[in-house]
């Protein structure tokens, strides 16, 4: 069965190239949310296996986000996004329960690595 994967970034363009990326690496895009709002709601009646998570966004962030997120979905492993220069961002959402994160622009080998070392944990 296919990784089922929660894509949250709040530029259509970025869930775009993201969600191209795994479904040719054979993974499940089970849904999208371009908010942090949208992404709790989505979690939680969709359970996926993993979340991407964009940190900054319009109406409530990803790290804002990521503890609803693990309250609802407590299975899902979190993968924060982030472009440069988010590093303080990332170190208190990894110390908050992500489990990894990529930096944009996204590459294909680091995303699909991301996604198999949160996976084996």
Known sequence: MAIRV???DDAVFMRTVLKKMLVEDGYEVCGEA???LEAIKLAKELTPDVVTLDITMPEMDGVTALPKI??????SKV????AMGQQPMVVEAIKNGAKDFIV????KARVVQA???VMSK
Do not use: A, D
């Open 6 to 8: 929660l894509v949250v």
């Open 34 to 36: 371009g908010n942090g």
């Open 70 to 75: 693990m309250e609802v979905s407590p299975n």
């Open 79 to 82: 993968i924060m996004c982030s």
């Open 104 to 107: 944009k622009p996204f590459q």
């Open 115 to 117: 996604i198999e070392n």
